[in-house]
């Protein structure tokens, strides 16, 4: 670099004590720089990032199946609670449908049955 820079003087003074017009100064040719690409680098870059945005994938895909399963989780135990309430009910009815003495009332009111006054049971002797 310094080489050239003392090139250029030296055509500087020469031209100037010749008496000729002084060229105009040249810009410094950039070194001739050859751009190898390393394409083996580059593939395993290219991979690696396919094999990060696959695993990325992956893990939003399973997150969103585990979220849907998740609220299917929550609509069953919901459902769950609300049968097991309406099978309650439904016992409670059931025992009051039993109950004697609603018999009774509904067989004497609706079937005119009446209870008899006297009763007698027959048993075979052997």
Sequence with gaps: MLARQEDEYDRQEHSLYAGAPSP?????KA???????NTSLRSHCQV??????????LVTIG???AASRGYKLVETQQKAEQLEQENERL??????LKNPQRIKSIAESRLNMQVPKKTYFAHESE
């Design 24 to 28: 105009a100064p040249r810009a410094p």
């Design 31 to 37: 070194p001739v720089i050859r751009k190898v690409l």
């Design 91 to 96: 016992n409670v009815d059931i025992a009051k």
């Design 63 to 65: 997150s969103g199946i």
């Design 48 to 57: 690696l990032f396919l094999v990060i945005a696959v695993l990325a994938m």
